[in-house]
């Protein structure tokens, strides 16, 4: 067991219900080829009384899910420290196992991304649009699924010159829940007023 890891942060032992459900929200298609896959946090599940966990059947079926996009790459942008104990650790084990490189670019939850972010992009942007250049696929992944993979995913579209109500749309006809308040809307806008386009 990794470094830090709870014993009790990741539930296992032989189930006798239905197939595990995925986190996956979403696969939108990008201009000019290829796939963003949004996804909640990998195998991140609630038990009856609301306490979160990582059940591990449910992470393999996740990046199962993923993989079968030919998605090697998945952007984390949850930060470590609203999960339970061990859920880096876990997603690192299983990604290396189905063939996934994992990439941190954390966003605060509710938020829009800060200069951390943006000197993390400055590399990893190039990456993930050569990826979709290419024709492939690439996950985003933050607690929900929603909020934060919603808005990068516009931004990724927005970066390949669509204009942001329309990005925005994109996202939401695939996942009605994306993008989830007016701050990720504006900053979207701004964003592309701003005439970013493709990073290089």
């Not at 079926?61 to 470590?80: M, Q």
Request: charged share 20%.
């Amino acid at each position: 067991m990794p470094q830090g890891e709870s014993e009790t942060s990741m539930e296992a032992g032989p189930r006798t219900g239905p197939e595990p459900v995925t986190s996956v929200r979403a696969s939108i298609p990008a201009p000019g080829g290829g796939w963003l896959v949004m996804t909640g946090f990998p195998g991140l599940e609630s038990g009856i009384d609301g306490t979160p966990y990582i059940d591990p059947e449910s992470l393999d079926a996740t990046l199962t899910a993923v993989r079968a996009f030919e998605a090697g790459l998945l952007v984390v942008l949850a930060e470590e420290g609203e999960l339970p104990a061990g859920s880096f650790g876990h997603l690192a084990v299983a990604a290396a196992r189905h063939g996934i490189e994992l990439a941190p670019a954390p966003i605060a939850d509710f938020s829009t991304p800060g200069p951390a972010f943006e000197a993390t992009w400055a590399s990893l942007g190039g990456r993930v649009h050569g990826r979709l250049a290419e024709g492939g696929a690439v996950g985003l992944c933050c607690q929900y699924g929603a909020g934060r993979s919603g808005m990068i995913a516009a931004r990724v579209l927005i970066e390949r010159d669509l204009p942001a109500d329309e990005a925005i749309a994109a996202v939401r006809i695939r996942f009605g829940e994306a993008i989830e308040n007016r701050l990720q809307e504006e900053w979207l806008k701004n964003f592309s007023d701003a005439g970013q386009k493709i990073t290089s």
